[in-house]
């Protein structure tokens, strides 16, 4: 049915003014479509991380030795409860390991990762052509001279070869300078990201690093990123000077905490989350940093005044618990700000919308890092890594080809663990059954009032006589059957199948219980190089995802931005840590070995005194001994050696002089003989 109006009611339809409606630009009550991209992936991610966050927990169970609550139910409906134990069997292997990788990611005096010039090293341009001009210039007083000694004209194809001779040993004298050269580079710029490390807290990073490893089925490492750090400085009359500057930092990240996309195999795929914790003084430090937005930033610590949380997690209560934090499962802490920090594609228009710079298609989708703290976005710019990579680097202790989460030391060692425990749990309820004999009585001959379930020792029961019952007793006693001895041949059964299922026997952390091929010195260092191997894909997963790449990042942002051109070369950077575990030892005692051999005259006029020096230096660094001090420098043994000889020489030329021939002396003598007088002849 169709309603005709009128003319006055066109008339009054058209004159009126519509509704301009509610503007949600300006609001600060809605989100942006940045916030909003953000907060969808957050969902996403959150919830395919479900199961895996069931596995955090129960890895973290098993470091922590404490059953979960449905697990203390079962039990206590299965057997009454009478003895709850947890055998620290996992506990044992993860601090063995932990100890072990420790020992060799972060060793004392140096560093498990180097900075080595390329092996063919590039020529830049300039030399190449100064090797060229130089080559023809040769050639050309080569031709010259042939000419003026014999009268002819070298033919054209030989005095191309001629040139491409000389070229070719220039080339070589070139490149063994610029190797050098490069060698001394690398050397510098070693120093320099050492330097940077250990500002920037890299070893307490990597050490809590390695603790997760060993814990989770993946460890991650954040940096370098840079955050303000407060420096003490002395000025003028030693008056302190405090300095909140922007530096590179490392840190750890929690597993609880990380967020991969659903299928991902790396924090480079995808859409990546990391869900941060900011104090106050922490998020206020922010501002000012390039990128960040101080507006937003004050916004949120108004808004936000008593703390924040980005969604309760249910992992949360009992992840507080198991860290120690709180026993207050309900509160978050007081001042705590969570921050979603997101790494990953964005579309072009959104971030037009929010005024990120460097947007050329509004289609396209661009590679970006976003911080989102509640429905503030505190800073969003396009990804600065000339690769586009992340500042993530993830390991896993055995990886899972094609996953993003491996299987850690409390997964490998699962099925052990419950059998020890159950062991223990019998255990201990056969000793206690066992530890006194057991007591029946006849209830109906009890005394008025005597209690039946309490005993303890020298107690008195009291009965009641019974003529019909003759000489029966009314109590009696018996010992319950005593099954330690067996029910520990089986525990240790199972400690010895999770040496084998997690790769870390018990003899690697001094348990003296071994026995067999690890009672002799010999025997015990095969042993060890057997375990060793299988320590090496764990430690070869970390000097690949994490040393190696972390270490690259920082020498890509030392070769971007320092201004030091001295450091700056044609260099790769090398792990060293996988390889460490098979040659540190075995190297040392070949250099003994060699400097024994060679510690006679016809091998020493071969080596020579400075190349001896060589292998005394670094025999001495891997003792950690004081090099400079033990071992004299180059410099040194060549002013030593140049003394020498000219001391050598001295003493030739007065044996030289004391054997030419002098002039003879004629004595004259008085008639009695008495020498008198005498002339040279």
């Known amino acids: ?48 991380k479900v199961r895996i966050d069931i596995k955090l927990l129960s890895d973290l169970r098993a470091r922590r030795g404490v059953y979960s609550a449905a697990q203390i139910s079962a039990m206590q409906a299965a057997n009454g409860g009478m003895n709850i134990v947890w055998a620290p069997l996992t506990e044992v292997k993860c601090r063995a390991a932990s100890a072990w990788i420790r020992e060799i990611v972060l060793p004392a005096g140096e560093q498990p990762w180097g900075v080595e010039p390329t092996p063919i090293p590039d020529l830049p341009k300039p030399i190449k052509v100064a090797v060229v001009n130089k080559a023809v210039a040769q050639a050309k007083q080569a031709m010259v001279e042939m000419g003026q000694a014999t009268g002819e004209i070298m033919p054209p194809d030989e005095f191309r070869a001629l040139v491409a001779e000389i070229g070719e040993k220039l080339r070589d004298e070139a490149e063994a ?40 089925p993946a460890a991650i490492l954040k940096g370098p990123i840079y955050t303000r750090h407060k420096t003490l400085q002395w000025g003028a009359g030693f008056k302190p000077i405090v300095k909140n500057e922007a530096a590179p930092t490392w840190e750890r990240v929690s597993p609880f905490d990380a967020y991969p996309a659903p299928s991902s195999k790396s924090p480079q795929q995808g859409d990546f989350i990391e869900r941060m914790r900011f104090r106050r003084e922490e998020l206020y430090d922010l501002k000012g940093l390039p990128g960040y937005q101080d507006d937003q930033i004050d916004a949120a610590l108004k808004d936000y005044s008593n703390g924040h949380l980005e969604g309760w997690l249910w992992t949360e209560a009992e992840r507080q618990r198991l860290e120690q934090e709180t026993l207050y499962m309900w509160l978050s802490p007081p001042g705590v700000i969570d921050a979603l920090n997101y790494w990953g594609s964005v579309p072009g228009w959104k971030l037009m919308m929010w005024g990120v710079k460097g947007i050329e298609d509004e289609t396209r989708d661009y590679e970006c890092n976003v911080l989102l703290c509640g429905r503030y976005v505190l800073y969003a710019t396009l990804n600065p890594h000339p690769l586009g990579e992340r500042p993530y680097r993830k390991a896993c202790y055995d990886e899972v080809p094609g996953a993003f989460w491996g299987r850690s030391i409390p997964d490998l060692a699962a099925t052990p663990q419950q059998m020890c425990n159950a062991i223990a749990c019998a255990l201990a309820d056969n000793m206690a059954m066992a530890s006194g004999p057991q007591v029946w009585v006849h209830a109906d001959r009890f005394a008025d009032g005597e209690q039946t379930m309490e005993m303890f020792p020298w107690k008195m029961w009291q009965l009641k006589s019974d003529p019909t019952q003759g000489v029966n007793p009314g109590i009696g006693f018996f010992q319950p059957d005593d099954r330690a001895q067996s029910l520990m041949q089986t525990y240790e059964k199972w400690e010895i199948r999770a040496d084998d299922a997690t790769g870390i026997p018990r003899y690697t952390y001094g348990n003296e219980r071994a026995g067999g091929s690890a009672d002799t010195a010999t025997g015990l260092s095969m ?3 057997n375990a060793a191997k299988g320590l090496r894909r764990a430690i070869g997963n970390i000097d690949m995802n994490v040393i190696s790449p972390t270490i690259e990042d920082t020498f890509n942002n030392e070769m971007l931005y320092n201004p030091d051109e001295s450091i700056k070369g044609d260099n790769i950077v090398v792990p060293r840590g996988a390889a460490a575990i098979l040659i540190r030892e075995s190297a040392q005692q070949r250099r003994i070995q060699f400097l024994t051999l060679t510690a006679n005259p016809i091998d020493s006029q071969i080596i020579t005194s400075r190349y001896r020096a060589a292998l005394l230096r670094e025999t001495a660094a891997a003792m950690e001994l004081p090099v400079d001090e033990v071992v004299p420098s180059d410099d040194e043994l060549a002013k030593a050696a140049e003394a020498a000889a000219q001391g050598q020489q001295a003493q030739m ?16 003598y008085d008639e009695e003989g008495n020498l008198v007088g005498g002339e040279l002849a």
């Open 1 to 48: 049915m169709v309603r005709q109006l009128g003319l006055q009611e066109v008339m009054e339809r058209d004159a009126t003014v519509p509704d301009p409606g509610q503007d949600i630009t300006g609001d600060a009550h809605t989100e942006s479509m940045l916030a909003g991209h953000v907060r969808l992936a957050w969902a996403r991610n959150k919830l395919s």
């Open 527 to 529: 042993l060890m190089n």
């Open 653 to 668: 030329q007065a044996k030289g002089e004391e054997k030419k021939p002098g002039k003879k002396i004629r004595y004259e």
């Open 177 to 216: 300078t610029l190797a050098k050269m490069a060698r001394k580079r690398a050397t510098r710029m070693e120093r320099q990201i050492a330097d940077r490390l250990a500002q920037g807290e890299y070893e307490q990073a990597m050490d809590a690093f390695v603790e997760d490893f060993v814990t989770y």
